[in-house]
């Protein structure tokens, strides 16, 4: 039964979530959110690291998933989301986990149906597909978007591997 940490990266609060079993029966492990310090911004990058790497001690994922920075109108705002998202694979890569990276669209597309989804329906979906009590905070839900779609993925290629395609 696979275990899936997804990781909604940001320079302020990077969502996590950790998913296991299969694309048509996860079930939910944890999820929260890593709310960085004010201050440098290597320092809030270190202390992402750290934190990414306890919460993959904790939880030994066997793949992690990290969600793909989309196009901001905000060049800072951009290298720096783009910065938290090194952090993010560098604490997944050496803890010797695979990373896979899927676009907001595509995560929307696996979950809900269609790219362009609104976060309510991907928060609706979540929800459902986990049994969950409560939508999860926005980040974290995203994050938990993000594993499950991966699970969906690992589901399909491993359908396609049975039928010989």
């Known amino acids: ?21 299969s694309g048509s029966a996860p079930r939910h492990v944890a999820s929260g959110c890593v709310r960085l310090p004010t201050g440098p911004f290597p320092d809030r990058l270190r202390v992402l690291y ?3 790497s306890e919460l993959l001690a904790q939880h030994r994922p066997e793949a992690a ?34 990373v896979a990276e899927y676009t907001p669209g595509e995560i929307k597309q696996a979950l809900v149906g269609h790219g362009r ?3 309510a329906q991907v928060g609706y979906m979540v929800r459902m597909l986990l049994r969950l009590d409560a939508t999860p905070a926005e980040d ?13 993925q690992a589901d399909m290629q491993a359908r396609l591997r049975r039928a010989g395609a």
């Open 140 to 152: 974290a839900g995203d994050a938990l978007a993000a594993a499950l779609c991966h699970l969906h």
């Open 117 to 119: 989804a609104g976060k």
């Open 50 to 52: 750290r934190a990414l």
């Open 1 to 21: 039964m696979p275990r899936i940490l997804g990781i909604d990266p940001g320079s302020r609060i990077t969502g996590y979530g950790v998913v296991e079993g």
């Open 65 to 98: 998933v990290v969600e793909q920075v989309f196009v901001s109108r905000n060049p800072d705002s951009a290298l720096k989301l783009g910065q938290a998202r090194g952090a993010a694979i560098c604490a997944c890569v050496n803890a010797g986990l695979p």
